[in-house]
């Protein structure tokens, strides 16, 4: 871009900016950045959704949040949710791409098989496991019967019903994490790992000092996925339980739909948003700088 | 997905124990994740009775019409062409006006260019959910509810910072020397834009395409606020209201299953490269 | 060739015009009826209406109970909103008036409204106005399998007070029977106890103290020990395995298939309890009791009182009159005397209830007849925020997961924050 073509007018630059820029400013602002701030304005109301908020009631909203078992339970869950990804998924995911990255008889076709659940429908996996965990009809309750055993209704407990997501959540989503390192193996260097071999390194090592560190940046980026999927997670939710039994399997979203938006609480689930929001964006920006500074 | 690949760190020869443990655990995994897919599949095809009985082996009757019936309704294609509709709609405005924003961010420079970059970047950032409830009420007071724009418009907003960088980044790697060597013989921005740069980004347009129409597709909470009434209704919420009126009756709700994420399943094996492309695509940082 | 265009538009807007004068005020009714067998008589009768009104179409929608009450609040705001929908009175229609989004009907329904129950049209007062029209009541109580019942060695007619109950429990679950089924996933099922002995314990006075804050409100005595009865009941382990998974037609579909003795249930249980049953025939009539909510010794409540639902059909803001029209033919001696002698409701319109089919409806129309306060209710009546804090608090108390102190309290933060 040279100076020529600073001039307004030139080519038409000017009518390109004032046509292709604002329908996408308009758009994101109308309904990704404007409602972030009615959220913070309408959480200081008690308010129906109808007419104008009127009521101001400052914090109290935040308070209300903050004494809520069920928001607690929430975002205890949502904190399971990242614990599970770290501890299970990742390292699972990351076990099967090292696997799959080899050239053999069905690689590719397994690599899709483990991918799929990822392309489905939260609604329809949840759907599908409503029935794997149904007491009456379903498999576990099948499996239980071989043995001659009552079947536990694992999504009618508050102790289990958590639990039960939870695998859920593993199930459908380590597929995209192993493509993530399956890409990430694609691309790498594989002089190092030849130099290590020739070395005689064990595969051990080779595993721990070339191929891990390698892939690190990947790491981190699962990891960011891993916790801002968990931060949204709700379709799961609905299906299996709809935050049930007796409020023990919400998450932060599943409480804001239920005690927000299906009893038009405005300013609470407003609160309830603007919380999510402020968590999200911390997290976001202080991994960008404390995790993937060197990125 | 490559095949070329020649060697990879842990590819090893002959049979060993090590490589037994790794066959039985991709046989588990696989197990995993298979059987609840197959189970759902074969399940659509057995009597209720027979489910309890057999809920993993081959059906013993093959009940056809359980299939039959969905199929023959009109209400099991109305939600798929909700859908479509909503998915397509999402699709065209999205890749539309992000390009057009992209392209301007690739090759016009103008005052305060990065800060606007950077204000959609923040759209990455954290999910529709958070402002659900004041973006319903826009959408209410903008007269959409109830209507496939107020589902489409805020999907669309929320798809516009993915598709914007991804964009920007692909048309920016096109060859420079156009852009210059087009201006010069007189073209407009706007004619290189659509003669030139749209011809030319096919490949991450359909990336962008597919990663929006999926996840269009598969939307659930938006929808869920925006719409009421059930010949709107995209087939997540569908399913969702069949499963309430066949609450038990399991063999139905798993034949409604397999028949809504049929379609996804078949893109996804037509379209696998784009698909695992686009989705593994976000990853990589604008 | 203006000319002919301009004899185009003309024709095309008489077209239009005649089209419009031949067709048609369509009525959208949204129903949450999930009892085929009622929800055919009740598209007979909106064809018959239809027939008598030519130009008009009635459109029914259906929505699940649960969906409803979960939409209700954004669907009310669309523009297309249905012109009839379904409703439990109380504080939940309050709130609908307060946010406009219902219609003043008191004029057209003028001379119809003596036709019904003055109570029940009473319910659908608010402010000396009405906005809706009531038809049918309903009673909460156990309803319960006499055969179950007697393999234990208990007789219905003898469990009048809450320790009746308790022992039947124990002696059903020493027989190995299920003693009582509950829709736990749904909520509402599981507030009526806790309400329904709170209206034993302390009647309409401490409901009515308590809405004005004296003597602690709903953190009250009389809140804490409804709390602890249930709480002695639900220590009995007496509902079903996973009962907390279990949507109420679920659940009453459990005590049709006879797996469970007893269910405190809606008195409309009566037909649907067949529908839900797996073999769609449920108990029959000669094996079914009901059992009142049994009192509690000391209670301030009267025997006679019971708790129990009013439900009618309000019409949204910018409905077509024949909206109203319609929910008067629906709510007129006919159709009332046809679904009463079916046994699907206890009409609303005075003198219907003699068409009762059956002497166990019958019975729950005498009780209501006799009773002198007659609580709707709770969850609706609360209003939005509050009644579902009932139905969430109650849950969590059958759960396990709360104590009868923290039931209390959670209810009255909710009533104090009024949000």
Known sequence: MNALRLRTGDSGKLTTLVLFLPPALVLFSLFVILPVGEAAWYSGFNWNGFGKPTNWIGLDNYRFVFANKAFATAFRNNLLIIAVSLLVQLPLALALAIILTDRFRGAVALRLVFFLPYILAEIATGLIFSFVYDGDYGLLAAIYRLFGAEAPHLLASSSTAFPAILLVVVWKYFGFHMMLFIAALQGMDRSMVEAAKIDGASRWQLLRYVVIPTLYPTIRLSVFFAIVGSLQLFDLVMPLTRGGPADSSHTMVSFLYNFGVTRMRVGFGSAVGVILFVICITFAFGYKRWIMRDE | ???????????????????????????????????????????????????????????????????????????????????????????????????????????????????????????????????ILPMFIKVRDLGLLDSYLGVVLPQVAFALAMSILLLRRFFRDLPSELLEAALVDGCSYINFFRYVTLPLSRPILSTVGTITFVHSWNAYLIPLVMLNSDSLYPWPLGIMVYQGEYSTEWHLILAFITLTILPTILLFLFAQKHIVAGLTAGSVKG | ?????????????????????????????????????????????????????????????????????????????????????????????????????????????????????????????????????????????????????????????????????????????????????????????????????????????????????????????????????????????????????????????????????????????????????????????????????????????????????VNGW?????????????????????????????????????????????????????????????????????????????NDATAELAGGTMTPRQVAKAIQDAFKQGN
């Not at chain 2, 060993?16 to 189970?39: E, H």
């Open chain 3, 314 to 390: 309000l019409i949204t803001k910018g409905a077509p009159k024949e909206a109203v029209d319609f929910v008067k033919h629906f709510i007129s001696p006919d159709v009332q005397k046809r679904l009463a002698g079916g046994n699907y409701l206890i009409p609303t319109v005075k003198g219907a209830e003699t068409g009762l089919g059956s002497p166990f409806m019958r019975n729950i129309a005498q009780n209501i007849a006799a009773s002198k306060y007659h609580q709707n209710f709770w969850d609706q009546d609360l209003g939005p925020s509050v009644g579902r804090v009932v």
């Open chain 3, 1 to 309: 060739m203006e000319h002919m265009f301009r004899t185009m538009v003309v024709a095309a807007a008489l077209a239009l015009s005649t089209g419009l004068a031949a067709a048609q005020a369509t009525v959208r009714w949204l129903h949450i009826e999930a009892n085929p067998a009622q929800v055919k008589i009740w598209e007979e009768v909106a064809r018959d209406f239809e027939a008598k009104n030519p130009g008009v179409k009635v459109e029914m929608q259906y929505l699940e109970n649960e969906a409803y009450k979960a939409k209700a609040p954004t669907l009310l705001q669309s523009r297309d909103r249905p012109h009839i929908i379904y409703s439990w009175a109380g504080g939940v229609l309050k709130a609908q008036v307060e946010a406009g989004v219902l219609e003043d009907i008191t004029v057209q329904v003028a001379g119809f409204k003596d036709t019904l129950s003055p109570s029940a049209v009473a319910a659908f007062t608010i402010g000396g106005k009405i906005y809706g029209l009531p038809h049918t009541v309903s009673q909460v109580g156990f309803m319960a399998n006499k055969e179950l019942l007697a393999k234990a060695g208990v007789d219905a007619a003898k469990v009048l007070n809450w320790d009746d109950l308790l022992d039947a429990v124990r002696k059903l679950k020493a027989s190995g029977i299920t003693p009582i089924a509950v829709g736990g996933a749904d909520k509402w099922p599981v507030h009526f106890y806790w309400t329904g002995l709170a209206g034993r314990i302390g009647g309409k006075a401490a409901f009515d103290a308590a809405l004005k804050g004296d003597g602690g409100g709903f953190e009250g005595e009389v809140f804490q020990k409804s709390g602890e009865l249930f709480k002695q009941l639900v220590d009995l382990q007496p509902f079903q395995n996973g009962f907390l998974g279990f949507k109420s037609q679920q659940a009453i579909g459990h005590f049709g298939d006879g797996k469970a003795a007893m269910i405190l249930a809606i008195s409309s249980f009566y037909h649907t309890q067949k529908v839900f049953a797996a073999d769609k025939v449920g108990i029959s009539d000669d094996k079914l009791a009901w059992i009142n909510i049994p009192v509690v010794a000391g209670g301030k409540g009267e025997a006679t009182d019971t708790l129990g639902g």
């Open chain 2, 1 to 131: 997905m490559s095949e070329e690949a020649p060697t990879v760190p842990f590819s090893e020869d002959g049979w060993s124990p090590a490589a037994f443990a790794k066959v039985a655990f991709l046989g588990i995994v696989f197990l995993f994740v298979a059987i609840p897919l197959i189970a759902t599949l074969l399940g659509g095809l057995k009597s209720l009775g027979e489910l309890r009985t057999n809920p993993f082996g081959l059906p013993q009757v093959w009940e056809w019409e359980n299939y039959a019936g969905i199929l023959g309704s009109k209400r099991y294609w109305q939600l798929l062409f909700n859908s479509l509709v909503i998915a397509s709609l999402t699709v065209a405005i999205t890749l539309a006006v992000a390009a057009m924003a992209a392209f301007t961010f690739a090759h016009i420079h103008f005052f305060g260019s990065k800060m606007l970059l950077n204000y959609f970047t923040i759209g990455l950032l954290f999910p529709s959910a958070t402002a």
